[in-house]
């Protein structure tokens, strides 16, 4: 096996016990032994299992964020674009399980991104700029808009970790129940929402 056949073994190892175990759960010594390797190999390639864990982390990020951007970047409108950012992260839930299941645990300590809050601003901040779009046509107040991009895409990030476990519709439904809250929700956004009580807090 050449150097970079063994590092992508380590890789995979280390992405398939990540995603049963957590980082916490996981052991240097148990991705050797998966690995049929000794832990040595393991730190000459990555230098602990923070090293791996990272290479892990990124390359899902950079699954996950080539799939939405792309939905994001091509033409329609901008419903048809939430649809397609819906879907994108849905695709990436159902086809990269695994990757999806390491990046809603938390991160290592001392790791200052990668985690999944931080992605999924990331994610956000690529949707502001339709939202605001639609705010300023709809003669609501566009600085809102960031705010509003965090809820909506909190609100796929969550149902996208519910049905990684409850396989019980389509993604194409979930895809549309999302859509339809969320747009439907759009179409009626009050220009200065208001609670019904007023807030103690």
């Known amino acids: 096996m050449t150097g970079n056949e063994r590092r992508e073994q380590l890789i995979a190892v280390g992405r398939q016990l990540f995603a049963e175990r957590g980082f916490e759960g ?30 892990v982390v990124d390359r899902e990020i950079t699954a996950l964020t080539t799939g939405v951007s792309t939905a994001l970047m ?26 999806f299941r390491i990046l809603v645990r938390d991160s290592p300590p001392g790791q200052q991104t990668g985690s999944f809050a931080s992605l999924m601003s990331d994610v956000a901040t690529q949707v502001e700029h339709l939202l605001a779009q639609q705010f300023t046509t709809r003669r609501l107040d566009a600085r809102a808009a960031p705010m509003y991009a965090q809820m909506l895409v909190g609100m796929v990030a969550l149902t996208g970790q519910w049905w990684m476990d409850q396989r019980t519709f389509k993604k194409a439904d979930v895809a549309a129940h999302l859509v339809n809250l969320a747009w439907n929700g759009l179409t009626a956004l009050e220009a200065r929402p208001t609670l019904t009580e007023p807030s103690t807090g």
């Open 74 to 99: 091509s033409q329609g409108s901008a419903r048809e674009l939430i649809e397609r950012a819906a879907l994108a992260l849905l695709d990436y839930v159902e086809g990269r399980t695994d990757g």
């Open 26 to 55: 996981t052991s240097v010594e148990e991705i050797a032994a998966r690995a049929e390797v000794s832990k040595p190999v393991v730190y000459e390639h990555f230098g602990g299992k923070e090293g791996l864990y990272a290479v």
